[in-house]
Every structure is written in C-alpha cells, then in structure tokens.
C-alpha cells in the first residue's frame, strides 16, 4: 500500500466535517477524500439492513477512488456496519464507536459514562458494549437526542432553542451525575456548548471524532502507512484543493452548511453516484 | 380502470398521513394504498434529480400495486417531480400544490398570501407559480422552515421550542400582514397552532392536504371512478385492515410516528424495497 494514497472518510452527510478536522489537524501530512451521502442521509432513523446497505455502497466508492484506510466518520455507520464494510472493502477500516468508547473510559476514571447519539445508535447499544469490553463494571446511560441534528444543520446549534431541547434531553445525565459524557453524533460537536451548560462544566465531554484520529495516528504508524516525506508545497489548511468532498445529492446545500460547521466550504466539491459500486445493484 | 381499486397515496415518510386522513375523511367509501419513503426521507433538503428519481420509483411501486389514481402527498416531491411522475404512470396524478394554492387564492380574497414549506419547495417558487397562474397580481412571501419536520416526528409540536421557531421563522409573515398561509409541507399540519399563534388567529391557514382531498372528490366524480357502492361491510375507520401502508425502511419507527400523528397506527404496515421498480435500475 503507498502512504501518499489518501485517507478516506465516509459519513451519512455534512456532520463527518468534524471527524475530517479533527483527522486534519492531527495528521497534517495526509490527504483525505470524503464522501457525504446527502442522498440518504439521515440513517440514524434508518434500520440496520438499511445502513448496512448504504454504507457498503459508500465504502466500495471511496476504496474504488484510491485510498489507504477507510475512517467511517458516522457514528450510526459505525454502530450497525462495521462488520458488512470490513467484509466489503481491503483498506484498513477505523470507526468512531471503539476510540470514543476507550476515551470515555479513560475520562470517567471508574464514574459513570453518559452516551448521546442518535435512535440508531442508541438502540444498537454499540458505545455501551464497547465500553463494557473494557470494564464490564462502568454504569453507561445512553439516550437518543434526534432534535440535535438539526439544531446544528440549520444554524440554531447556539439558539435558546437548542438550549431547552438540551435541558430537556440531558436531565437525566446532569442528575445521575455522570463523569463524562460521549458526544456519539458527528453533530454534537457543534452543540458542544449548549450540552455542556446542560450536562454540568466539570463533565468531560467525549469528541469520538478526535478519539478516532489519535487512533488512527497510531495505525498508521504501526503499519507503516504515515505519509513520513512532506510531499506538499503549500501549506494545509481545511478544505484546501489537496482533499477532495464528494456528495451524492445537493453539493450547494453541503457547501453551506460546511461554511457554518467550519467557517468555510471544500474547495473541491463534487456530486457522484455512489450505488453502482455496490456489487447486488449493478446499474 | 375499475372504481373498486383503492387510491395510492405516497410521500417521503410518516408526513403525508396528514394527507391520508384528509383523504380517509372526505373519501369514506374509499381504500387507500399508502407509501412512505422512509429510506431516504427526508426529500426537502435533495435536489430536483434526485427527488425526481425518488418519486418515480415510488409511483411505479404503487402503480405496480394496482391503484385507480395516485395522490402525491409530499409536496417536495409534487412541487419538483409530477411532470416525471406523469411520464412514469398511467394512472391520473395529483399533486398538493395546486389544490393548495387555489384554496389560498380564495382564502386571501386579494390579500397576501404566506407558503411556509421545505427549503426544496420554497427554491423551487411552485406556489407562488401556481398561485400567480390564478391571479398573478397577488403577492406571495415564501418561508423556509426546517427544523419544523424534526419538531413535529420527535413530538415537540406543542412545546415552547416549537413556539420559539415558530416566532422566529414567520416573523415576516406576521410583520407583513398576510391574509392566508399555505401550509406547505405534509408536517405543519402538525404545528397548527403554534403556526397561528406565531402568525395570529385571524390569519386562514391552508392545509393542502384538506383541499387536494376535496380535488381528488371532485376528480373522482368527474372521471366516473368513485367507488359509489358500499362494498364494505364494516365502520371505516383510520388505519383500520382496509387501508394497506408500506415503507421502505423502519417500520416500528413509522408506527410511532403515526400514532403521534393519527393517534393510532396502522393495521397493515409492511416494508418493502421499491427501487427495482424504476426501469434504469434493474435489481
């Protein structure tokens, strides 16, 4: 496998924008290539087959595009389809679910671990079981904030609004007085103030995006994979033309709200078909 | 085409069971099949191409399903795609905007006239089309409102969130005095009365699903294809084993939602795959 092949990223839609700055930041020598599906997303309403389906779809793209390692930014995607991907793609394929889960573990240091995803990954159970793989002791609370996602798309993330549906969604955590809690959502970043005021400042809140790219650092240097030579003559910043967005649907709406997730919008952006790459759907 | 054959009615989910019981109210000698996408919902944030493709595959579906008259209840999908939609179908098509926009025209008696919908249907300007082909010296304000499909699903639509959004999205519309608003997306009728009090009680609000059943009463008269005989021997009632309902994803999730909407779900609820239906995908 060449290290100057790019790292992919997929994700349901825009909300993955965090995942791949936090994978940027920390990793400033690759390239990445993302792909949003915009045409179906959300899936955190979506059923497991469902999921399975499109996330296949999206993985057989991205590895067809040239990639190294595949980081499913999705959180639902990685909560349902871990297995059906790594069965369909050969790259490495990294989730957000296990390096948020060892994280929150870390971070609650034996006190109780607040989960907030979506219905999807609520109801899979998937943070709960990693984090019970790594101490079956730790008490986990999980609840589903279906309104966040929306909240953060149309630009409400700071609002009152977003304020009470947090005090709202969050009561049970502040009261059970969790020690940390995992933003299990790529959305929920960009609420990260409004779920602290709700939740309480002394809990520590869980980006599994920045989880995953510190876990990714140490793949890629563990097999080899880091791009050791800096190969590029200019100097990175997000969104410039060294990485490449694709959508399935809508590019000027994704444009938009990445300006609002990032404060600016890919300088490569494409709309693509991405179901023709799956091998039972041939077009 | 045998009056007997039941109506087909399909949205982009659970919104357009606001349709169905207008329909179900007005049509009680009828049966109804009933198709919601909820694989790919939602469609108001999608592009024309896509929502094109999306309703052409579910109206072949329920073509394929034996139907007498296909209502299009969502009105992204009526607004973007019924020229597809009657190019792909042999059955009569009707769509909400149409009905809807009439019914303002009469409403407004002269005044303005507000359309609150999805961010697709308020670019795609098919109200104010459709209402300036009656009368093309009325005026007509268009509003965006987003997040009020996630308030309705998730069970907010009587909270003070939803009255905040609602403050802040139709400001305009109370500022300018309007004399009728459409409401045009299958959820608002969910939000009535945090929709009339953001815009004040005297102001006629239009559901367009109430008048496109009133349109399909009509056309079904005209065409000789209302099914005048009584062949029922029960008391219809909504969602009851005479009405069939399928998804293409997350049936347990519809139920829910359309026990908040209808305040009970449906009898018969199946879910299926509908894209082998559209003759550019073969499965």
Request: some cysteine.
């Amino acid at each position: 496998m060449d290290p100057k092949l790019p790292i992919g990223i997929f994700d349901s839609g825009v909300g993955g924008l965090t995942v791949y700055r936090a994978l940027h930041e920390r990793l400033p020598n690759e390239r990445f290539v993302y792909l949003g599906d915009t045409a179906r997303v959300p899936y955190g309403t979506k059923s497991l087959a469902t999921v399975e389906r499109y996330a296949v779809e999206n993985s057989r793209f991205l590895q067809s595009h040239g990639i190294k390692l595949l980081v499913v930014a999705c959180n639902t995607a990685s909560a349902l389809a871990l297995p059906a991907i790594r069965n369909a793609v050969e790259v490495p394929v990294v989730g957000v679910i296990d390096p948020g889960a060892r994280a929150a573990v870390l971070a609650a240091d034996g006190g109780q671990i607040g989960v907030i995803a979506t219905e999807a990954t609520v109801q899979s159970h998937a943070y709960a079981k990693a984090i019970a793989s790594i101490d079956p002791s730790l008490s986990v609370i999980e609840k589903a904030c279906p309104l966040f996602v929306s909240l953060a798309e149309e630009g409400w993330a700071e609002s009152d609004v977003a304020r009470i549906v947090a005090g709202d969604y969050l009561s049970e955590l502040k009261d059970t007085s969790v020690e940390a809690v995992v933003l299990g959502c790529t959305h929920y970043p960009i609420l990260r103030k409004v779920i602290a005021d709700a939740v309480g400042f002394d809990v520590k809140l869980i980006d599994s995006g920045e989880a995953t790219a510190g876990e990714v650092e140490l793949l890629l240097d563990r097999s080899q994979l880091a791009n050791e030579t800096r190969i590029f003559n200019q100097e990175r910043q997000l969104c410039d033309d060294l990485d490449h967005f694709y959508v399935t649907d809508a590019a000027a709406r994704f444009a938009k709200v990445a300006e609002r997730f990032l404060g600016l919008a890919p300088s490569i952006l494409e709309a693509v078909e991405v179901w023709g790459h799956d091998e039972l759907r041939p077009q």
